[in-house]
C-alpha cells in the first residue's frame, strides 16, 4: 500500500471551549513546523452551539464534514449543565461508534511525580470500552423514590474492544494484557465482558492474558504500576481507572485520549476547559499535543510522531514547563512559549529518557466510504431460546407477604411465584425482618418445570395483575440452550 509521501490527509478540528483554542493553535503550529502536511477543516462544536439551540453541540455542517474525513481533532469542550442536553463528548463518541477509548499514560522526563522520584516507570495503556454500560444514559424514575439505570453490556460490543486491545498490543509487542470487571457480583454483564475478553485472548497466545476484579486493579495500580501493559475494562469502570492512571503520571493534562471507531477516530484532550484561565496564554497544551501524536501515527504518519514526539521529550528533559507542572511559578512560560520550544527542538533527542525510535511512515489513511444503512451487529445464537418466566417490578409500600398475595391470586395454572425481592435481596418466602424495604418489589414468576411460555401469555397476567397493583415494569426471562440468561436473588 501507499505511503504518505505524496498524499496530503485532511482532518476535522474542533478547537473547543475555554483554553481549547489556544491549546490547539499551539499544536496545529508544532504540527506545520514539523512538516505533517495535514489541512484543517475547522468545525463548530461546544458550549455556544449548545447556548444557539443546537441540541447536540454541533452544526449539521460539522456532522458532515467529520463524517467526510474520518478524523476529529478536538480541544476540550463544555456542556451546559442544568439544560437537559447530553454531553457532547460522550454524544460524539457514540454517534460515530468510536468503540475503544485509548489512553496511554507514561512517565514523562520533568514532569515530577510521587513514581517518578521513586524511580517507578509508569507505561499503561488503558482501553476502555467506549459505547456501551451506563453510559447508554437509559434511566427512568420506576416510583417517586426509585430510580433505575439500565446498564447494556453487549457480546458484539465487547468483542470490538478486546479484538482492538490485542491487536494494539500484539502491535505494540506487549507481553501482557489484562481485563479489569466487577463480574464477581455483575455475573451476567461483566460476566459476559470477561467471557469475551478470554474468547478473543485464544487468537493470540503468544500475549499474557489473565483478568482481575476493578477494585483490586485500583489498589494495585497505586502500589505496583509498574506491574501493568494494557488493560481493557468496561465503560464506567475504564472512566475511573482512566483518571486514577492520570494521577500516576502528572495528572489529565499529561494524558492523551484516542478514540477509535471502524470509520470515524477522534483524539481529544480529556481535561476540562479551565475557564478561569482561558485567554490568558497558561494552559497546558502537552494532553492535546500528545493525542495529536497518537493521530498522527493513525494516520500512518508515524515519521513526523517520532519527531515531533522527541521534540516534547527533548523539551519536557530542558525543564521548560508551563504554570500547572508546578515548581518555581516565575519560570514558567506561555502557551505560546512552550510550543515555541517544542519547535525549537524539532529534530532533537532526550538525553535522559529513552528516545522514541524511528517508525516507518506506515500506510497511508484513507476517509472512510459511507455506509448504506446502519450496521446490525448480532452474533449466533448459542442455542434454542424460550422464554420461562417474567420479573415484575412493582410499586407497594406493604409487606412483601401481601404483595406475593396479590401474586398468587391471579397464578394460571401454568406459572409459580418463586422469589420476591428488594433492592436485590430476597424478602420472600424467606426473609430477615432487619431487611429494610423500599417501595419497589421484583417478583419473580416463572413457569413450571420452565416449560416455554409465549410473550402473549406473560402480557395478559401482566394486564390481570394491573388492576390490583402498580407494574413500574418487567422483564422476560430467557433460557438459552442450557444458560439461564437471569440473575438470582441476594439470599434466593
Request: charged residues 20%; glycine residues 10%; hydrophobic residues 40%.
Amino acid at each position: 500500500m501507499p505511503t504518505h509521501a505524496n498524499i496530503p490527509v485532511t482532518i476535522a478540528v474542533a478547537p473547543g471551549d475555554g483554553i481549547g483554542p489556544e491549546i490547539m493553535e499551539a499544536v496545529l503550529r508544532i504540527f506545520n513546523e514539523a512538516g505533517t502536511g495535514l489541512s484543517y477543516r475547522m468545525v463548530d462544536m461546544g458550549k455556544s452551539l449548545f447556548e444557539q439551540g443546537f441540541s447536540t453541540g454541533m452544526t449539521p455542517q460539522a456532522k458532515e464534514i467529520i463524517e467526510e474525513t474520518g478524523i476529529l481533532f478536538k480541544g476540550p469542550m463544555e456542556t451546559p449543565k442544568g439544560k437537559g442536553v447530553k454531553s457532547i463528548n460522550v454524544t460524539a463518541r457514540k454517534v460515530w461508534n468510536t468503540y475503544a477509548n485509548k489512553r496511554v499514560f507514561k512517565t514523562l522526563s520533568g514532569v515530577d511525580t510521587l513514581y517518578s522520584r521513586a524511580g517507578i516507570p509508569v507505561d499503561i495503556t488503558i482501553v476502555r470500552e467506549n459505547i456501551e454500560d451506563t453510559y447508554g444514559g437509559i434511566e427512568h424514575l420506576l416510583t417517586h423514590d426509585v430510580a433505575l439505570c439500565r446498564r447494556f453490556i453487549t457480546r458484539p460490543g465487547s468483542l470490538q474492544v478486546h479484538r482492538y486491545a490485542f491487536e494494539m498490543a500484539r502491535r505494540k509487542g506487549a507481553k501482557k494484557i489484562t481485563c479489569g470487571h466487577k463480574a464477581n457480583i455483575m455475573k451476567i454483564t461483566d460476566g459476559l465482558f470477561l467471557e469475551t475478553f478470554y474468547q478473543v485472548a485464544r487468537d493470540y497466545p503468544e500475549l499474557q492474558a489473565n483478568d482481575i476484579i476493578v477494585d483490586d486493579l485500583a489498589m494495585k495500580l497505586v502500589t505496583r504500576p509498574d506491574t501493568f501493559e494494557i488493560v481493557v475494562l468496561p465503560n464506567l469502570q475504564g472512566d475511573i481507572i482512566s483518571d486514577l492512571c492520570a494521577g500516576l503520571v502528572g495528572g489529565l493534562g499529561f494524558a492523551p485520549s484516542a478514540n477509535i471507531g471502524d470509520f470515524v477516530s477522534i483524539f481529544e484532550a480529556v481535561h476540562g476547559t479551565a475557564p478561569d484561565i482561558a485567554g490568558k496564554g497558561l494552559a497546558n497544551p502537552t494532553a492535546l499535543l500528545l493525542s495529536g501524536i497518537m493521530m498522527l501515527r493513525h494516520l500512518g504518519l508515524a515519521d513526523k510522531a517520532v519527531k515531533i514526539e522527541n521534540a516534547l521529550l527533548y523539551t519536557l528533559e530542558g525543564g521548560v514547563h508551563t504554570r500547572d507542572f508546578g515548581g518555581n511559578p516565575a519560570a514558567a512560560v506561555s502557551t505560546r512559549e512552550y510550543a515555541d520550544a517544542v519547535i525549537g527542538n524539532l529534530g532533537k533527542a532526550p538525553a535522559k529518557a529513552t528516545p522514541t525510535a524511528e517508525e516507518p511512515a506506515g500506510h497511508a489513511f484513507t476517509p472512510p466510504v459511507k455506509p448504506a444503512q446502519n450496521r446490525v451487529l448480532v452474533s449466533p445464537k448459542g442455542g434454542a431460546e424460550k422464554i420461562v418466566g417474567v420479573d415484575f417490578f412493582v410499586e407497594s409500600d406493604g409487606q412483601p407477604e401481601g404483595v406475593a398475595e396479590i401474586f398468587e391470586r391471579h397464578l394460571p395454572p401454568t406459572l409459580q411465584l418463586v422469589t420476591i425481592s428488594n433492592r436485590g435481596t430476597q424478602v420472600w418466602p424467606t426473609k430477615s425482618v432487619f431487611t429494610d424495604c423500599i417501595n419497589q418489589y421484583r417478583v419473580r414468576v416463572e413457569s413450571k418445570d420452565l416449560a416455554p411460555l409465549t410473550q402473549q401469555a406473560c402480557l395478559a397476567f401482566a394486564t390481570r395483575l394491573s388492576a390490583d397493583i402498580k407494574l413500574c415494569s418487567l422483564e422476560m426471562l430467557m433460557q438459552y440452550g442450557e444458560q439461564r440468561g437471569y440473575s438470582l436473588a441476594q439470599g434466593q
